[in-house]
């Protein structure tokens, strides 16, 4: 049984195909799924399929990348956090990768929201979601500052010096489709690197659908693709990655074990 550590369902793409994905998950061991939310406008929609299905949680948080839309104060995240299925902070971080002509000093205000995610998270106790790209450095500092403990660098990219960074702040480190990619040799040597116990897996679905589906939509139902590249490149057997992640899940959002799928 595998667990989707990271899926955006409300979006366009999915939201309509909740029956046909649902049963492809199904199909596929996927047991449980973690809904992430990226804007607080978003929010009651994502935690609307948390309540729905019994085997779906979700996040709180406003994306970096997101602009114009309303700012999150700590209060308001501790508040939706309090929510029943509410499980974990973000997704939240940092992205230097679309600076649209600005200098990173001009953005502080992802800096500033970053912030003030951590700090609810440390409020509520939950977990982070964290987002970061191009912007490592600062993602790392800001984290060591505020004194975070808990989270998760999803759909990881980076070095094998940043995944040490996070594994020292107490951090799990996801890896997403993006490792079955034919030009990710480097991301593969990573995921070697990243001990099993610390290891997530997901799809970030819709997008970056694992090879053989790269280019088309991804859902959550393609996350056994993902554990079967981490379990070549550890030399495993795909069950005993399935079994850890979906171990690592737990421990990291404070799940109980498996709740059966109810459709
Ligand atoms: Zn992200
Ligand atoms: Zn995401």
Same mark, same amino acid.
């Given at each position: 049984?595998?667990?989707?550590?990271?899926?955006?369902?409300?979006?366009?793409?999915?939201?309509?195909?909740?029956?046909?994905?649902?049963?492809?998950?199904?199909?596929?061991?996927?047991?449980?799924?973690?809904?992430?939310?990226?804007?607080?406008?978003?929010?009651?929609?994502?935690?609307?399929?948390?309540?729905?299905?019994?085997?779906?949680?979700?996040?709180?948080?406003?994306?970096?990348?997101?602009?114009?839309?309303?700012?999150?104060?700590?209060?308001?995240?501790?508040?939706?956090?309090?929510?029943?299925?509410?499980?974990?902070?973000?997704?939240?971080?940092?992205?230097?990768?679309?600076?649209?002509?600005?200098?990173?000093?001009?953005?502080?205000?992802?800096?500033?929201?970053?912030?003030?995610?951590?700090?609810?998270?440390?409020?509520?106790?939950?977990?982070?979601?964290?987002?970061?790209?191009?912007?490592?450095?600062?993602?790392?500092?800001?984290?060591?500052?505020?004194?975070?403990?808990?989270?998760?660098?999803?759909?990881?990219?980076?070095?094998?010096?940043?995944?040490?960074?996070?594994?020292?702040?107490?951090?799990?480190?996801?890896?997403?489709?993006?490792?079955?990619?034919?030009? *990710?040799? *480097?991301?593969?040597?990573?995921?070697?690197?990243?001990?099993?116990?610390?290891?997530?897996?997901?799809?970030?679905?819709?997008?970056?659908?694992?090879?053989?589906?790269?280019?088309?939509?991804?859902?959550?139902?393609?996350?056994?693709?993902? *554990?079967?590249?981490?379990?070549?490149?550890?030399?495993?057997?795909?069950?005993?990655?399935?079994?850890?992640?979906?171990?690592?899940?737990?421990?990291?959002?404070?799940?109980?074990?498996?709740?059966?799928?109810?459709?």
């Amino acid at each position: 049984m595998y667990v989707d550590s990271h899926c955006h369902l409300s979006f366009p793409e999915l939201r309509e195909r909740m029956p046909e994905i649902r049963a492809a998950m199904a199909a596929a061991d996927v047991d449980r799924a973690l809904c992430i939310c990226t804007t607080l406008e978003e929010f009651d929609e994502v935690h609307a399929l948390a309540t729905a299905y019994d085997n779906f949680w979700c996040s709180a948080g406003v994306h970096p990348d997101n602009e114009d839309v309303r700012e999150p104060s700590v209060d308001d995240l501790i508040a939706l956090a309090a929510r029943p299925r509410v499980v974990a902070i973000g997704e939240t971080g940092l992205d230097y990768y679309r600076l649209n002509g600005r200098s990173i000093e001009e953005m502080a205000w992802q800096r500033d929201r970053f912030r003030v995610h951590i700090r609810a998270a440390q409020a509520t106790r939950l977990p982070l979601v964290v987002h970061t790209r191009s912007a490592s450095d600062d993602t790392v500092s800001i984290l060591r500052e505020e004194g975070a403990a808990a989270g998760v660098f999803h759909c990881f990219t980076e070095t094998e010096a940043v995944a040490r960074a996070a594994l020292d702040l107490g951090f799990y480190i996801s890896f997403s489709g993006i490792i079955t990619f034919k030009t *990710a040799e *480097a991301l593969r040597d990573v995921a070697r690197f990243v001990p099993l116990d610390r290891c997530l897996i997901e799809t970030d679905s819709p997008y970056l659908a694992p090879v053989p589906y790269r280019g088309k939509t991804n859902n959550p139902a393609y996350v056994p693709y993902v *554990a079967r590249q981490i379990a070549m490149l550890k030399a495993l057997p795909v069950e005993t990655v399935a079994r850890a992640t979906s171990a690592n899940f737990e421990r990291l959002f404070q799940l109980p074990p498996l709740t059966p799928i109810t459709s």
